[in-house]
């Protein structure tokens, strides 16, 4: 007597939200029985089966890339159960890109640096005998 296996139910992730490639935990019921049984993942319509990592048939590892939508369901579909449904979804973050006029987070440390072209190490001034205003900007 052979008994039919139920479909895959997806009950939680983690993160619940990230930007293209964020590597995702899914947590659920019946998600196969091996990694071979494992035949479709989708995340926010995005097909994610090529990243994807099978734990157990509780747990799957894999990364959320470029979607089409920017909040959607998780689907898994395995050989044994079918096409599943999911109870949570995954909200897709836009990146932020930064332009040539926009700010950005990044500290140069002027202190010491490498000369190549002469092999040397090159040494800036303390601040007390550099100029108080090197832009030469007056605050009125």
């Not at 926010?44 to 590892?61: D, R």
């Not at 159960?81 to 950005?104: A, C, H, N």
Request: glycine share 10%; aromatic share 4%.
């Amino acid at each position: 007597m052979s008994r039919s296996r139920q479909p895959p139910l997806v009950t939680g992730i983690s993160p619940n939200e990230g930007i293209p490639w964020t590597k995702v935990t899914i947590r659920g019921e019946n998600l196969g029985t091996g990694p071979t049984d494992l035949i479709g993942l989708t995340i926010c319509g995005h097909n994610c089966l090529l990243t994807a990592e099978w734990m157990s048939a509780s747990k799957i590892v894999c990364r959320v890339g470029q979607a089409k939508n920017d909040k959607g369901d998780i689907i898994v579909t395995t050989k044994s159960g079918g096409r599943g449904t999911s109870t949570v979804s995954f909200k897709l973050l836009k990146p932020e890109k930064i332009g040539i006029l926009d700010q950005s987070a990044v500290w140069v440390d002027e202190m010491n640096y490498y000369d190549m072209r002469t092999d040397r190490n090159k040494g800036i001034p303390p601040l007390s005998l550099r100029p108080a205003n090197p832009l030469g900007i007056e605050i009125e």
